[in-house]
């Protein structure tokens, strides 16, 4: 799938630079063509000339290179690529992307390219976690650029944690995503993934149980498939899928917000486990036992139905709106009577009785319910459901 692929790679100034000669190996091997881009950082980390052996092309490292400019200007340069990849993506550079600078060759190009942007990034634990790291992450992540990783584990810095580069073949899996000329290219697809809590007081919610494994295995499935997708998901335990646009909410409100502002949308499948109710008034303050044994008494309020306001839109309603029925009695009755009374296209239902151990598990077993009736899928794992569904929403769309 790369083969004839061209990727401007930006080298940042970290120690994990030294992984991006196996990147670019690997890359190679695979007949994609890589320009690579070394920050002034990057090259006490890695030389130039280990880079231009590499990837057998020259090295760019200088905005005011003359000669460079006479050959390929910054501006050409940064379009010539079919992607553009940082690895390592530092802080420090992250925080230039997010904040529009354009101070040497790598961030005039980030600046001016026109085409997609994947970033790797990595860091010490600290400066990942960082409010200003975070706050800068999400701003990207706003404007459609695509991550892979960090990891967990050990550092190089001898600390443990969140900011280890992702691997060279997890980057190059998220090149192939990025590059995919899949059945879903140009189509822009909503997930919704994982449960929503809703805050009794401020130790204290309510919520369902949800993995987010199968919505995050069906966010992977599209985005395979070339589409871009924006996946919005509660709290959900499930690692967040690669190489897609993820928006993190905590309540039924904000995810349907979230919902909305990332309309218009070719699709959207509604995989999420939103809690029906919350709290008609979350508490300010802890609620204490007060030792007489009186217990509190929750007054509950009914939480936007994200499935049913989406499915029922007058304008820009997505052209296929896909909902999940999770039964554990009449699956195929129930999920029938909800396709019509939500307005949705499809229901994917499925048994969550505990005797069927999918709550939670690595399989599903699904009946997809649609207009012409109802096809049963036979059980297999998360990941092939997601792949089957994402084949049937290309077919549809
Ligand atoms: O009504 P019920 O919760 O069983 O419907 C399940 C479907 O509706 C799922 O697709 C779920 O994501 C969606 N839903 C929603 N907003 C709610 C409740 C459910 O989008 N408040």
Request: glycine share 8%; charged share 20%.
């Given at each position: 799938m790369l083969q004839g692929r061209k990727i401007l790679l930006v080298i940042g100034?970290?120690?994990?630079?030294?992984k991006c000669l196996d990147l670019i190996r690997r890359l190679a091997e695979r007949g994609a063509s890589v320009t690579p881009v070394l920050t002034a950082a990057a090259q006490e980390f890695v030389t130039p000339l280990s880079v231009a052996a590499l990837s057998g092309q020259k090295v760019y490292t200088d905005l005011f290179d003359l000669t460079d400019e006479a050959e390929m200007g910054h501006i050409q340069l940064s379009r010539a690529a079919d992607l553009v990849v940082v690895a390592p993506a530092t802080a420090d550079l992250l925080a230039k992307m997010a904040g529009g600078h354009a101070n040497d060759l790598a961030t005039t190009l980030l600046m001016a390219t026109d085409k997609p942007i994947l970033v790797a990034p990595a860091m010490n634990v600290r400066m990942w976690d960082h409010p200003a790291t975070q706050r800068n992450v999400a701003t990207l992540k706003n404007d459609g650029i695509a991550f892979v990783g960090p990891n967990d584990g050990h550092m190089a810095c001898g600390e443990f944690g969140a900011g280890r580069m992702a691997e060279p073949l997890e980057i190059v899996t998220a090149i192939d995503m990025a590059l995919s000329d899949g059945p879903l290219k140009g189509k822009h697809i909503i997930v919704t993934s994982g449960p929503t809590h809703e805050p009794i007081d401020p130790v204290r919610y309510i919520a369902n149980r949800s993995s987010g494994v199968q919505g995050t295995a069906i966010a992977t499935a599209l985005a395979t498939l070339g589409a871009d997708v924006t996946f919005i998901t509660g709290p959900a335990d499930a690692p967040r899928p690669q190489g897609v646009r993820v928006v993190e909410v905590e309540t039924a409100h904000e995810m349907l917000e979230a919902v909305q502002k990332a309309l218009p949308a070719d699709a959207a499948v509604f995989a999420a486990a939103v809690a029906d109710w919350r709290m008609a008034k979350a508490m300010d303050s802890k609620i204490k036992?007060?030792?007489?044994?009186a217990v509190p008494v929750l007054e509950f309020a009914e939480n936007p139905d994200i499935l049913k306001t989406v499915s029922q839109m007058?304008?820009?309603?997505?052209a296929l709106v896909v909902g999940f029925a999770a039964e554990t009695d009449d699956v195929i009755a129930n999920a029938t009577a909800k396709r019509l009374r939500k307005g949705c296209d499809w229901i994917v239902a499925n048994d969550v009785s505990p005797?069927?151990?999918?709550?939670?598990?690595a399989e599903n077993a699904v009946t997809l319910i649609t207009e012409e009736g109802q096809e049963s899928w036979p059980r297999s794992g998360k990941t092939e459901v997601a792949e089957r569904l994402a084949r049937r929403i290309a077919e549809a769309l």
């Amino acid at each position: 799938m790369l083969q004839g692929r061209k990727i401007l790679l930006v080298i940042g100034g970290g120690i994990a630079a030294y992984k991006c000669l196996d990147l670019i190996r690997r890359l190679a091997e695979r007949g994609a063509s890589v320009t690579p881009v070394l920050t002034a950082a990057a090259q006490e980390f890695v030389t130039p000339l280990s880079v231009a052996a590499l990837s057998g092309q020259k090295v760019y490292t200088d905005l005011f290179d003359l000669t460079d400019e006479a050959e390929m200007g910054h501006i050409q340069l940064s379009r010539a690529a079919d992607l553009v990849v940082v690895a390592p993506a530092t802080a420090d550079l992250l925080a230039k992307m997010a904040g529009g600078h354009a101070n040497d060759l790598a961030t005039t190009l980030l600046m001016a390219t026109d085409k997609p942007i994947l970033v790797a990034p990595a860091m010490n634990v600290r400066m990942w976690d960082h409010p200003a790291t975070q706050r800068n992450v999400a701003t990207l992540k706003n404007d459609g650029i695509a991550f892979v990783g960090p990891n967990d584990g050990h550092m190089a810095c001898g600390e443990f944690g969140a900011g280890r580069m992702a691997e060279p073949l997890e980057i190059v899996t998220a090149i192939d995503m990025a590059l995919s000329d899949g059945p879903l290219k140009g189509k822009h697809i909503i997930v919704t993934s994982g449960p929503t809590h809703e805050p009794i007081d401020p130790v204290r919610y309510i919520a369902n149980r949800s993995s987010g494994v199968q919505g995050t295995a069906i966010a992977t499935a599209l985005a395979t498939l070339g589409a871009d997708v924006t996946f919005i998901t509660g709290p959900a335990d499930a690692p967040r899928p690669q190489g897609v646009r993820v928006v993190e909410v905590e309540t039924a409100h904000e995810m349907l917000e979230a919902v909305q502002k990332a309309l218009p949308a070719d699709a959207a499948v509604f995989a999420a486990a939103v809690a029906d109710w919350r709290m008609a008034k979350a508490m300010d303050s802890k609620i204490k036992k007060d030792g007489t044994g009186a217990v509190p008494v929750l007054e509950f309020a009914e939480n936007p139905d994200i499935l049913k306001t989406v499915s029922q839109m007058k304008i820009g309603r997505p052209a296929l709106v896909v909902g999940f029925a999770a039964e554990t009695d009449d699956v195929i009755a129930n999920a029938t009577a909800k396709r019509l009374r939500k307005g949705c296209d499809w229901i994917v239902a499925n048994d969550v009785s505990p005797e069927t151990g999918i709550m939670g598990g690595a399989e599903n077993a699904v009946t997809l319910i649609t207009e012409e009736g109802q096809e049963s899928w036979p059980r297999s794992g998360k990941t092939e459901v997601a792949e089957r569904l994402a084949r049937r929403i290309a077919e549809a769309l």
